[in-house]
Structures are given as structure tokens and as C-alpha cells.
């Protein structure tokens, strides 16, 4: 009677789960056989070396391309139920920047997520978008056209679309390219309090001194999952060597440990 | 001074409002040329309906448009699909000009067979004949435009989410492949009923032209479609009556002038004229505003 209800519980813990996960693109594996358990409430980091398969388990977890063996569960739920539920932030690279759009507007789009297609925006929605461009610092900005954004103020934008989503999980790939250090510091603060009001978030980051301080759990990737826990158990020595190669590995694990931080862009 | 009949006039000025709707869309989807296959795709199908049926009622040969033009649509995301290296324009370029290819040798078979029956009726696809417009292919474009405006209408919060970021659209949940695949078929249809008017050759120039003139004036999605299809019109207004001042300017009385590029030449002017204009702003006026 009980062992059922226990093993529902169990589920919805995790915030992500990865079963046997493969993806390939043509003949060519992009991620191989990867198990994942993602815990609820987390702030994670996705790190690994480039080609790593950082991207494509982004876009796996959302739905955005179809696994070739696997399951995949978000939220406890099958990826097409989990719809409107996670909020992504892309590379900005992804999208065309001269869209006749001002910055409200694509942060409006955030509040789109589940509501049905008929419903005009309301007060709420325009105020949840308000409060995002005021969390990202952009509230100034808010009737500027797109195409006249600095790339950093690109970023922020996708971040403001993703937070006035209202969603208990967050996707972000890459969220600090093209931003300055400063503002780096005030989107680390804010995920703190994400974090403290019980949403998860999933970063792809590559500074590993950020990682080591601020996110309490990691996935270091290289077509597989070298490893994935706890980051105080997880980002070792050893695992960075598995991950990023043994001689780069080294680096990065001996540099990680001084105070400056590395990084390791992707292009 | 001649004046354009009521019906070709109204058929105009609609097919160029039409246009200049689905135009900015296509436009904002870097799909512009997915329009230029839907015409060229739908010129064999024009000439084998009448092939089969030997008849030339707009009802026929329309339908035979209408399915071989979104044959060739399918067609372009089934070779995407099955080969990844057609990257980007490669698989609308193939077809457009295999299509086209493809009615010439239609063509001249059937030359060959029907003596020039007909022909002089269905060369007005080719670079569209104003003047051969009655009141029902007005009527019917009367009907698409009103048909692709209720649609725009019904999805107009959720167009710009989509036409900016499809994944981000997927993932929210949006109805994503309903609102694409609507568009697909408006653009198909516009396409097709508009064929008479501007002909299968040019008529892609217009969902390039039109958006194209009126981006640099406006900065929101609403705006940019309003003013994209109020052009529209307004060159659809003006082209018979250049037309008819060309024909009477040179003394031809025979209906000789193609209507398909004068549309495409008034709308290529101002897109011109206009970028010329942004770009004699953008050098006036700062274009970096001071960031707070």
C-alpha cells in the first residue's frame, strides 16, 4: 500500500531524471548512455569541455530534440507534460536580434507560458514582466527596440523573459556571455534567491571558481556524465582530469584552486 | 484619361495588402523565399490541370496550384528532414527552379500538342495580367485577405513569441506547429488566388519589398505588420493605374503591359527610397542612445 505513494515522493524529488539517454546526430553521439538525477530545490552546474554535449542536454531535457534510446522525466512528469513548467534561457546567438520588438516586450513573452491562447494579458502579467526587468536591471532600458541592445543587455533580456515565467525550474545555457563582471555578480546574487525560494535552476557555466563556491551540486560532462552529486564530492581533481582531458584537466584543476577564476568558453 | 476597371482595381489593392500581411511574416521567419517556391511550385501545377481538363476556369486551374504548390512546401521540409546537408536555402533554390523547369518542358509538350489553344490565357500566370481579373477572382482574394487578418487576429498574442523564438514558443507550450503551419497554408493560398495579378515569376520580390520598406520606420511587432500591409495596398492601388498610364503613354490599347512587375518595381522603389531615408537618419540622429 505504502511502497507506491513512497515511490511517487521519491520522484518529485528530483527535479530532473535521465534514464539511459542517448542522442546522436547522424551516426555521431552527441550524449551517450546518460543517467542523471537531478535534485529539487538545487542550484546546478553543467560544466565540461566544448562539444561536451552541454547544449544538447539542455535542449534534450526540454523537448527540443527527441532522445534515440531513454527516458527522460522533468518535474516528475514526461517532457510534453511538462510544458510552460521550465523556463529556458538560450545562447543569445539563437535568435534573430533585429525582431521589431522593445525589451517589455519579449519579457511579456515570458508570462505566456500557460496561459490559454484566448486570455489577453492582464494586470498580473504585466506586472510579473515589470518585476523581471526590475530583477535584471533593465527597467530603464524597457522601451528600447532589440536591435539596439549591447549583447550583455541581450542576455539580460532572455533572463527577464525566463524569470516573469514564474517556473520552479530554470534552464540557463551560458546566462553570463558578454556580461560584465559586476552584473555577473548581481545574476549569481539573484540565483541564490531563487534557490532559497525553492526553485531549481540548471546552469551551463564555465567558470569553475563560481562553480565551486556558489552551486551546491554539478554535472561534469563529456558525451557522458564523468560525474554528477554534490559539488564539494564531485568537482575533483580527478573528475576535472576525466572531463577536460588529463593535461587540461590539470590546469584547470590547479588554477581552480587559486583564487582567479578560469574560463573555459565555448567559441 | 482611361481608368482601371472596379474589379481589377479592388483585386489589386487587396492582393497587395494581403501581400504586405503575410509578406512580414514570412519576412520575419527569413522565409521569404519559401514564397518564391510556393509560385514557382504552383506554375506546373496550373499547366497540367489544364493539361487534364481543358478547361480554364480559375476554380480548375487554382486547384492545381493549390496542391502543387504545397506539394513543393512539403517537399522543402522533407528534403531538410531527411538531408541535413541542404542547409538553409539550398532545398527552397532546388525546387524553384526544378519546378519551373519542370512547367517549361509542360509547356512545350503541350504546345507541341494544342496548337496555341488557350495559351494567350494562360501566359497571364506567368507575369500576371491585371486586366484578365473578373469579379469573382476579386471576391475570392477579398475572402483571403479577410480569412489571413481573422487568423492574425486569433493568434496575435501568441505571433510574436513565435516568430521571434520558435524553441522558446515549444517550450512555453505554445501552440507552435498549429500557428506555422496556418501560415503555411495563408501564404499557399494568398499565393495561389493572387497568381493572375502578379504572375508566378516576381511575385516573391513583394514579400521582400514591402516589409523591407517599412522596418527601419517602427520597432514594434503590431506597428510592423499595420504598416507592411497598409503599403501593401497602397501599391496595389497604384499599379493599374501606372499601368494604364504606361499603355496609353506608348498608344497600346492591347492590354500589353504585365501588372506582376510594375507591382514589384513600385514596391522595390520604395523599399529603396526608404532605406535611403533610414539611412540618411541613422546618420542625423545619434544611433547609440546613452545608456543609463
Not at chain 2, 82 to 102: E, T
Request: hydrophobic residues 50%; charged residues 15%; positive net charge.
Amino acid at each position: 500500500m505504502n511502497e507506491p505513494r513512497q515511490k511517487e515522493a521519491k520522484k518529485t524529488k528530483s527535479v530532473v531524471r535521465l534514464e539511459d539517454v542517448t542522442v546522436a546526430y547522424g551516426d555521431r553521439p552527441a550524449l551517450w548512455d546518460i543517467d542523471l538525477d537531478i535534485p529539487a530545490g538545487s542550484l546546478t552546474a553543467v560544466v565540461g569541455p566544448n562539444g561536451a554535449g552541454k547544449t544538447t542536454l539542455m535542449k534534450t531535457m526540454l523537448g527540443l530534440l527527441k532522445p534515440a534510446t531513454g527516458r527522460v522525466e522533468i518535474l516528475g512528469l514526461p517532457v510534453r507534460d511538462a510544458r510552460g513548467k521550465v523556463a529556458f534561457v538560450p545562447q543569445r546567438g539563437a535568435v534573430d536580434w533585429d525582431f521589431p520588438a522593445t525589451v517589455a516586450d519579449i519579457a511579456l513573452m515570458g508570462t505566456h507560458a500557460g496561459l490559454p491562447w484566448w486570455k489577453p494579458l492582464g494586470v498580473n502579467e504585466k506586472g510579473r514582466a515589470k518585476l523581471a526587468l526590475d530583477q535584471v536591471g533593465l527597467t530603464s532600458l524597457s522601451h528600447r527596440p532589440l536591435n539596439q541592445l549591447s549583447g550583455g543587455q541581450q542576455q539580460r533580456a532572455f533572463l527577464a523573459r525566463a524569470l516573469a515565467q514564474n517556473a520552479p525550474l530554470l534552464v540557463l545555457d551560458e546566462p553570463f556571455q558578454g556580461i560584465d563582471a559586476l552584473t555577473e555578480k548581481t545574476m549569481l546574487a539573484l540565483f541564490q534567491d531563487l534557490k532559497a525560494e525553492g526553485r531549481s535552476l540548471i546552469v551551463v557555466h564555465h567558470d569553475l571558481h563560481t562553480v565551486r563556491d556558489l552551486f551546491d551540486h554539478c554535472v561534469l560532462l563529456n558525451v557522458r556524465v564523468v560525474a554528477s552529486g554534490p559539488t564539494k564530492t564531485t568537482l575533483t581533481d580527478q573528475n576535472l582530469r576525466s572531463t577536460y582531458g588529463p593535461r587540461l584537466g590539470l590546469d584547470v584543476a590547479r588554477t581552480s584552486e587559486s583564487p582567479q577564476s578560469v574560463q573555459l568558453r565555448d567559441s | 484619361m482611361n481608368t482601371p476597371d472596379a474589379a481589377v482595381a479592388f483585386a489589386c489593392l487587396t492582393a497587395g495588402g494581403l501581400y504586405g500581411l503575410l509578406g512580414s511574416m514570412a519576412f520575419l521567419r527569413r522565409q521569404s523565399l519559401r514564397g518564391d517556391v510556393l509560385a514557382h511550385g504552383a506554375w506546373p501545377g496550373v499547366l497540367l490541370a489544364f493539361a487534364l481538363t481543358g478547361q480554364r476556369s480559375p476554380a480548375i486551374l487554382g486547384l492545381g496550384a493549390l496542391v502543387s504548390a504545397l506539394g513543393m512546401n512539403y517537399l522543402i521540409s522533407f528534403l531538410e528532414r531527411q538531408f541535413p546537408r541542404l542547409k538553409g536555402d539550398a532545398a527552397p533554390a532546388l525546387l524553384l527552379s526544378g519546378s519551373f523547369a519542370v512547367a517549361s518542358v509542360i509547356w512545350s509538350l503541350m504546345q507541341m500538342h494544342t496548337e496555341g489553344l488557350g495559351q494567350a490565357g494562360l501566359k497571364s500566370f506567368l507575369l500576371g495580367q491585371a486586366a484578365s481579373v473578373q469579379w469573382q477572382d476579386t471576391w475570392s482574394l477579398i475572402l483571403v485577405f479577410a480569412l489571413a487578418t481573422l487568423s492574425v487576429l486569433f493568434f496575435w498574442r501568441d505571433l510574436p513569441g513565435v516568430l521571434f523564438d520558435r524553441d522558446q514558443a515549444i517550450i512555453q507550450g505554445r501552440p507552435v506547429k498549429m500557428i506555422e503551419w496556418l501560415l503555411e497554408l495563408l501564404l499557399a493560398i494568398a499565393v495561389v488566388t493572387g497568381l493572375t495579378i502578379v504572375g508566378v515569376v516576381v511575385l516573391s520580390a513583394l514579400f521582400v519589398a514591402i516589409p523591407l520598406a517599412v522596418r527601419p520606420f517602427t520597432h514594434r511587432f503590431g506597428p510592423f505588420l499595420l504598416a507592411s500591409t497598409l503599403l501593401g495596398t497602397m501599391i496595389g492601388m497604384a499599379t493599374p493605374w501606372i499601368v494604364i498610364s504606361l499603355e496609353s503613354g506608348f498608344g497600346n490599347s492591347g492590354r500589353g503591359i504585365p501588372t506582376g512587375p510594375i507591382f514589384v518595381l513600385a514596391a522595390s522603389l520604395l523599399a529603396f527610397t526608404s532605406l535611403l531615408v533610414a539611412h540618411f537618419f541613422a546618420r542625423k540622429s545619434p544611433k547609440e542612445l546613452p545608456t543609463p
